[in-house]
């Protein structure tokens, strides 16, 4: 199995590079001057347990790669990259015939719950990843991940009925993640998952525009967010998974800082300082609105937390340049 990873920033660098780490065949698929540090001097990834430095085979786009039927595609991009991402990979030729779409699978290694219902309008395989990664990236051809006993916890399962050899590819996806130190369990209900780190993400844009969730403003906006996301999830008859279950799988994970590696944030922090012009939160925050809008429940944190966080990155603020007392009072306007 080769493992062709779209998209080497936080995510698919500590994945790919763990992989590649202990002899995996990996493609690392980058762009820009993360791209031009991995030609110069390959992918520098820190963990708890040390440092590495991969030099894994590399890629532009899929015009670099001939695709190979036990190929698997690891969309690693963010949410609002995605159908790029698809659209440039889904009729790409595969070896003995076919294409992409039809023959490789494509895993989700994302936040959010949209893209794999956008993947499964273009790829007849679509695996869902439930990602529990501390990962880091803030400079070009490094990578970190704090967590500990193992990088990150890893959760895969089906997004739909699969393909007849997709329990075997599944199992054997989540033993190269297990040889590489990932904790990946296998989950029938995977999309649950899901939905349950969707409502840890929507704090993110909390993070992003006030900073760590540490005052009582910063806290208060981070829970209306998530009691507005489980409302929305209730009307909706949507399943987040069950707490005792979700603590059972992640028992013993805990977050360490890194000597010499800054960790100011998580991925929609990383965004604002790495300057992207782009965030997460229409496809966080965003889907708790879609859905509130169409099941009649109101959102209004949310709705703010998607429009401030778009409009931050847009205008290139930094992180942590917005009083979670003056989003609270906004929301609370537009409550009345």
């Known amino acids: 199995m080769r493992h062709i990873i779209i998209g080497t920033g936080a995510v698919g660098g500590v994945i790919g590079g763990l992989l590649a780490s202990v002899g995996t065949d990996v493609v690392l698929v980058a762009r820009g001057p993360q791209l031009a540090a991995l030609r110069a ?32 595609l690891v969309l690693a991009v963010k949410s609002q990259d995605t159908a790029d991402a698809l659209d440039a990979w889904a009729d790409r030729p595969v070896a003995g015939g076919g294409t992409a779409a039809e023959r490789l699978a494509v895993v989700c290694a994302q936040n959010g719950v949209d893209n794999e ?31 500990t006993p193992v990088p990150g916890v890893l959760t ?14 599944l199992t054997a996806y989540a033993r190269d993640l297990v040889d590489a130190g990932f904790r990946a369990p ?8 899901k939905y349950t780190k969707l409502l840890t ?13 540490r005052d009582d403003d910063t806290l ?11 409302a929305v999830l209730r009307a909706a008859g949507l399943v987040a998974l069950d707490d005792a279950v979700h603590d059972a799988a992640r028992a013993g994970f805990r977050v360490e800082a890194l000597a010499g590696q800054e960790r100011g944030g ?24 879609l859905l509130g809008r169409l099941h009649g429940v109101p959102t209004p944190v949310n709705a703010l937390l998607q429009r ?4 931050a990155a847009a205008t290139g603020r930094p992180p942590g340049a917005v009083a979670a007392r003056d989003l609270l009072a906004a929301a609370a306007g537009r409550e009345t």
């Open 308 to 311: 401030r966080a778009r409009a």
């Open 220 to 230: 208060e906006l981070a829970a209306r967010a998530d009691a507005e996301g489980r």
């Open 186 to 193: 296998v989950a029938t209900d995977v999309m649950a998952w």
């Open 41 to 72: 001097s390959g992918l520098e990834v820190t963990t708890v347990a040390g440092t590495v430095r991969v030099r894994p085979a590399l890629a532009a786009g899929p015009d670099d790669v001939d695709l190979r039927p036990d190929d698997v």
């Open 266 to 289: 998580g991925s929609s922090w990383q965004s604002l300082a790495r300057g992207t012009g782009s965030i997460e939160s229409d496809y966080l925050n965003g889907e708790i609105v």
């Open 117 to 147: 219902r956008a993947a499964l309008r273009r790829f007849a395989h679509v695996v869902a990843m439930c990602v529990w990664l501390p990962a880091t990236y803030l400079e070009p051809g490094r990578v970190s991940a704090g967590g």
């Open 201 to 213: 993400n929507l704090a993110n844009a909390v993070e992003a525009l006030c900073g760590p969730l």
């Open 156 to 169: 895969v399962g089906h997004a739909a009925t699969p393909p007849a050899d997709g329990p075997a590819l």
